[in-house]
């Protein structure tokens, strides 16, 4: 008789969709409430260094596409609870987790958004890095998990385009609009490159990780992948990439980059970045204010019930 | 007093005439606001024209563990598939 | 305001309406990732971006009455803080989820029977534009109704702050139903509907709501306007300068 261990092997060895009632080896189901956890609070935290650009988009186009991209972001991270829900754990313990500082999310949002060519930097870079990231996500193991990826992609699409746009719109605007182009790219080309973790030497889970499915592409290859996608789009945009040790590499045919500073990645995810308390002071204050809202809300629906059921008797 | 909303499954229907399907979950206090909910999370990109929310503690599924018994005895029943019945090539459409 | 079409009525007339989605738009940008729970950021959004939408509509239509060449940004860019027209309850900045609520049910229990009056009008761009707003703000008003009613009757905790909330905007919502020379002279053409006409339905809406939502309004409030005469309160032009700031750091650029 085959054990709940080997089917699920199986199963995996198949390629085939893992779903929550399935029996999963505790490590799977820790591994997967820990990645897609982080994911959702990546969506959430990341709506602050752009929403911080809500106010001060400077057209009404600008203004309303920024705001749509937003709450998509919000709208991703509800997605991806609603499959860390599968699991057996509540959107509620996630966040109290995130809130305790005990669950993670993406480094990239500690830097802070300084001008108006950020929002078109996040969106051409952050965004970019996590499409690379989140496409093979698609084929994830775990069928909630995929298919919220599947959703999450179809509309992250316009997300990039418009980061790219307002690059492109500053790149052929003023000097000053040019500049601050630059400076944005300047800031956020490194903090992108790190986005994909650790080199996979240094990538501890990665192979267990692979042999489930969870992850397909390495962090490296995604890097490289994400590299050599958009060189060629810096140069279109006319603007320059800060490493003076990048060039194509005949050899590989990939570009190669100067080194990545290690250093800086591991003080901010260390919880030392520009922004880290200033982001989850917003969170938890933002949560803790709505408290009374939640439980009055609660409250309400308790007496509505109570009140339907004494009309019915 | 707990504070934590109850989660909903949602049901959306692209468009009409075809069926509701399930698109994912919201958390909501009461039905009225988990409809509300659920048309701005599932249908900001006109993705539907009518939505369904059931709680989600609501929802009977069947049991994992049965599913050999429940769903694999349906398995050997091929002459309930059209394409179990050859026909002489002369009749083009049945 | 300057310029030779200062005395257009019409163009004051779309300008009022702009700002006023507008301004309220921009509130609700303000507190975004600040609501109470997710799916409640989502709406909030939802709500903004129609407001937006209605703004660009009227902007843009403003721009085609004052011939002037002005697209939507002129108007929502480079007109200064006292050029704004928007009625005081709109600009009130945020409070707590209590006063963000209650602001925006006072302020749609008005907009809901004015665009669907305003959608009659012998203007068939102002129509066209009420039409499309009749919706959004159909369910703008499901949505903040249905918050004032759980929060209302809600805890003690939640009935102080919408009390509170009540108490301290009810004294905004006068002028909403303000009418002047501009206002009669288009309502003689059948452009613009009568204002006193609406108040009866915005009235008959928030008293079933209060009282459904265990809610009182006070009963002498000093009425407060001067929002279309450019008399903001001082909390109104930060509103504008932190919105116009990149634009105008820029003149002639493109974004």
Not at chain 1, 295 to 301: L, P
Not at chain 3, 220 to 226: L, Q
Request: glycine residues 6%; charged residues 25%.
């Amino acid at each position: 008789m085959e054990t709940e261990e080997e089917k699920f092997d199986a199963l995996i060895d198949a390629d085939d969709r893992i779903e929550p009632t399935d029996w999963m080896p505790e490590n799977y189901r820790k591994t997967l409430i820990r990645q897609i956890a982080q994911h959702a609070h990546s969506e959430i935290i990341g709506m602050q260094p752009e929403g911080n650009w809500l106010t001060r988009a400077p057209s009404l186009r600008r203004k309303a596409i920024l705001t749509a991209k937003v709450q998509d972001e919000a709208g991703h991270g509800l997605y991806l609870y609603g499959a860390a829900e599968t699991l057996g754990t509540d959107r509620s313990e996630l966040l109290d987790l995130l809130h305790a500082g005990r669950q993670k999310y993406s480094s990239i949002f500690n830097y802070p958004t300084l001008t108006w060519a950020d929002i078109g930097a996040i969106g051409w870079l952050v965004d970019g890095a996590a499409i690379m990231n989140q496409v093979p996500l698609c084929r994830c193991s775990f069928g909630p998990y995929a298919r919220a990826m599947v959703r999450i992609c179809k509309e992250e699409s316009f997300h990039q385009r418009q980061g790219f746009q307002i690059m492109l719109t500053l790149a052929n605007g003023t000097d000053a609009q040019r500049e601050m182009a630059q400076d944005a790219l300047n800031r956020w080309w490194w903090p992108t490159v790190m986005m994909f973790g650790p080199a996979d030497a240094d990538s501890p889970h990665s192979e267990q990780n692979m042999r489930w499915g969870i992850k397909r592409i390495s962090n490296d290859d995604l890097r490289q992948k994400f590299i050599d996608a958009t060189v060629p789009q810096a140069e279109l945009l006319g603007l320059t990439i800060p490493d003076p040790d990048l060039h194509w590499d005949e050899e590989r045919e990939t570009y190669d980059i100067g080194e990545i500073d290690w250093d800086e990645f591991w003080t901010v995810v260390g919880g030392n970045g520009p922004c880290n308390d200033d982001r989850m002071a917003t969170k938890v204050g933002a949560y803790n204010e709505g408290e009374w809202v939640r439980e009055a809300a609660s409250a309400y629906a308790i007496k509505q019930a109570a009140r339907a059921k004494e009309v019915a008797a | 007093m707990s504070a934590d909303w109850p989660a909903w499954e949602v049901f959306v229907r692209a468009r009409r005439g075809v069926n509701h399907v399930h698109a994912g979950t919201v958390h909501a206090p009461d039905a009225g606001l988990a409809i509300e909910n659920a048309r701005d999370l599932y249908t900001r990109r006109s993705e539907g024209v009518s939505l369904w929310v059931v709680r989600s503690s609501d929802v009977v599924s069947s049991d994992p563990d049965e599913r050999h018994s429940m769903f694999d005895p349906a398995a050997d029943k091929s002459y309930r598939q059209p394409t179990d019945y050859e026909l002489p090539p002369e009749v083009a459409h049945m | 305001m300057s310029g030779p079409t200062d005395n257009s009525p019409l163009l004051t007339y779309v300008l009022r309406q702009g700002d006023r989605s507008l301004v309220l738009a921009q509130r609700l940008l303000e507190n975004v990732a600040h609501a109470p729970e997710l799916e409640e950021d989502m709406a909030l959004g939802n709500i903004a971006l129609d407001l937006i939408g209605q703004a660009r509509l009227l902007y843009t239509y403003a721009g085609e009455i004052d011939g002037e060449g002005n697209d939507e940004n002129h108007y929502a860019y480079w007109r200064d803080d006292t050029d704004f027209t928007n009625p005081l309850l709109v600009e009130q900045p945020n409070g707590d989820f209590a006063h963000l609520v209650t602001r925006q049910f006072l302020y749609d229990a008005f907009a809901a029977p004015f665009w669907a009056a305003l959608a009659m009008s012998s203007d068939e761009s102002l129509a066209a534009i009420a039409a499309k707003a009749v919706k959004e703000t159909a369910y703008h008003l499901r949505h903040s109704r249905g918050w004032m009613i759980r929060l209302g009757d809600g805890t003690d905790e939640s009935h102080q702050r919408m009390q509170a909330a009540v108490d301290q905007l009810w004294r905004f919502t006068d002028e909403l139903f303000e009418q002047d020379a501009v206002e009669e002279g288009l309502q003689a053409g059948g452009v613009a509907p009568d204002m006193e006409a609406l108040r009866a339905q915005w009235t008959a809406t928030v008293d079933a709501v209060l009282a459904e939502a265990t809610l009182t309004h006070p009963e002498d409030s000093t009425m407060r306007n001067g929002g279309r005469r450019g008399a903001h309160d001082e909390p109104f032009s930060f509103l504008i300068g932190e919105m116009q700031v990149v634009a105008r750091a820029h003149p002639g650029a493109s974004w």
